[in-house]
């Protein structure tokens, strides 16, 4: 063993001996590197990630939550402000489970399993009201923490003093809300009808009107009331404005995204809306049959009188007949001649229509839409496909054909829908840049030049072993050289070829080469002699 050793280290010393300078400063680079590296790795790689196990807990609790960790073993951080601690981030679900089981945390506000624990005889009645007050408050509460959006919550009740005598008014108790909400979240207007019903039905005598909701930010929630659609407050009727261009603008985006591409696309509406609320009635009288303007015959009565032949009908008339009121004449002489009269009364009945109109209001009396286009090859305008810019053009004349109120509008001609309409192609020079996430992995460089350096390392080795069988292959034909030069004695065979001996060796060759010629030249030899 101990020549093993021996060995090894004449091996190394001998290897480190014949490297020249420039081989040794690389050798001891590498190394250093590796070490380094090495070390950076284990650093990282062992660094604890904490993440918050408790957060806005009083001090005195965050104390005695520190000591039992402390005392199980496990590694903890106070946060800055002292309400928060900081526990290794894959121990954090049990451990909220384990100090769950031993009552942490024990502070905070008193639900209603706080009688069973703290009721006794000796609770007077004004502690038993704040008591129950508080419980009613920590109970709501947690009640809206459930609601989407909603990451804590705060109420405060106050309760209306019962009066001494039956006779007294009863007066209406008061609720105020305090919200902390996601950032960014915004409550739909079922959503804040619903939070004002929550808290009405909890408490007795508690109106709606005595409600107050407001959030971190001092946004107040109002409940809006209203069962009309009409839009009359300037919210409203903006919100429907904004609704209303929003979606538009998310069809148009959508459709010329798709064709062209979302990052090559930016799209802009802008409208105007008709809130105007028109209740109206009508009192319409229409022939039954448009086409010939007639109604449906009620009743009819035709009188037909026919007279021929030599009768007291016809002649010249002599003069007025007093009996008849002058309403006719006396018959008078030669009275030779024809008579008719035809007469026809026909009632007809009309279609009577009555109606009641009540037109709904949002009705788009103008629409603009906007197009900017960026081109396949942002700085070169020429590489628009032909044809591309007119096509996104007939889409939104169609778009807003259909979208505005014909009414309002009228005819839309082509030059007035030109008017609606821009579409820009130019590059983009303000595109959004989403930059990453930072997170707390190891960056991919690491990686990449921990695994160089195993290579390099490996290569090394490699050269090492691939050198030393070299050398030891090179001392072995070295030696067997040796052996050789020393096993080397003279040639016995001292026999000097003469030109006979040559020339019988060249016929040998040709005739165990070339039978045949060699039969030829035999044949002209015997011919010759």
């Known amino acids: 063993m ?15 001996s014949s490297r020249t300078k420039k081989q040794k400063n690389t050798y001891i680079a590498s190394a250093t590197a590796v070490i380094i590296i090495a070390a950076i790795l284990t650093i990282l790689l062992s660094r604890t990630e904490y993440a918050p196990l408790y957060t806005d807990v009083s001090r005195a609790e965050i104390g005695r939550i520190k000591e039992t960790l402390d005392s199980q073993g496990v590694q903890s951080k106070v946060a800055p402000g002292g309400t928060s601690i900081l526990v290794p981030k894959e121990r954090v679900d049990d451990l909220l489970v384990t100090l ?14 706080f009688f069973s624990e703290n009721a006794g005889f000796g609770t007077t009645d004004n502690e038993f009201n704040m008591i129950k007050l508080g419980a009613m408050q920590t109970e709501l509460a947690n009640l809206i923490k459930g609601i989407e959006g909603v990451k804590d919550a705060n109420v405060m009740i106050t ?10 008014s009863t007066q209406q108790a008061t609720a ?5 909400t996601e950032p960014g979240h915004q ?14 039905k909890s408490l007795p005598n508690l109106s709606t009107d005595d409600i107050v909701i407001m959030n971190q930010y001092s946004e107040y ?4 009331e209203s069962n009309n659609s009409t839009g009359t407050s300037v919210t409203d009727q903006m919100a429907v404005k904004k609704t209303i261009e929003r979606d538009l603008q998310r069809q148009v985006q959508t459709m010329l995204g798709t064709m062209i591409g979302q990052d090559k696309v930016v799209v802009s509406v802008t409208t105007d809306i008709d809130f105007k609320l028109e209740t109206r009635e009508e009192n319409l009288v229409e022939p ?4 010939s303007m007639e109604g449906i015959a009620l009743s009819v009565q035709r009188i037909t009188e026919t007279f021929t032949g030599n009768g007291p009908v016809g002649g010249t008339p002599e003069g007025e007949d007093p009996t008849d009121n002058g309403t006719g004449f006396q018959e008078g002489t030669f009275s030779n001649g024809d008579y008719e009269r035809i007469e026809e009364t026909v009632n007809n009945e009309v279609n009577r229509i009555r109606k009641e109109i009540v037109e709904s209001p949002y009705k788009i009396r103008d629409l603009g839409i906007q197009v900017m286009i960026e081109p396949p090859v942002a700085d070169d305008i020429a590489s628009m496909p032909p044809g591309l ?14 979208s505005i109120d014909k009414g309002a509008a009228g005819e839309l001609t082509d030059a007035a829908l030109n008017d609606k309409i821009v579409v820009s192609v130019q590059p983009f020079n303000g595109k959004t840049v989403d930059f990453p996430e930072t997170t707390s992995t190891i960056p991919w460089w690491i990686y990449a030049i921990g695994g160089a350096l195993l290579l390099i390392i490996g290569v090394l080795i490699f050269l090492f072993f691939r050198k030393k069988r070299q050398e030891q292959a090179m001392e072995e034909s070295l030696i067997m050289d040796e052996q050789l030069a020393a096993m080397d004695v003279d040639d016995i065979n001292t026999e000097q070829e003469t030109e006979g001996t040559v020339r019988k060796k060249q016929l040998e060759k040709m005739a165990k080469e070339k039978p045949e010629e060699f039969a030829k030249l035999l044949r002209t030899w015997i011919a010759e002699e």
């Open 159 to 168: 309760m209306p003093q019962q009066g001494v005598f039956i006779s007294d």
């Open 2 to 16: 101990n020549e093993r050793l021996a060995k090894i280290r004449l091996d190394i010393r001998e290897f480190w």
């Open 389 to 402: 810019q007119e096509d996104v053009e007939r889409i939104l004349e169609t778009i807003i054909r259909t």
């Open 176 to 180: 105020a809300v305090m919200l902390k």
């Open 221 to 224: 929630f109002d409940l809006n």
């Open 100 to 113: 769950a089981a031993e009552g942490f945390p024990t502070s905070g506000t008193p639900g209603y399993a």
């Open 288 to 291: 039954v049959d448009e086409e």
């Open 187 to 200: 409550f739909t207007e079922p959503q804040i009808n619903a939070l004002y019903n929550l808290v009405s």
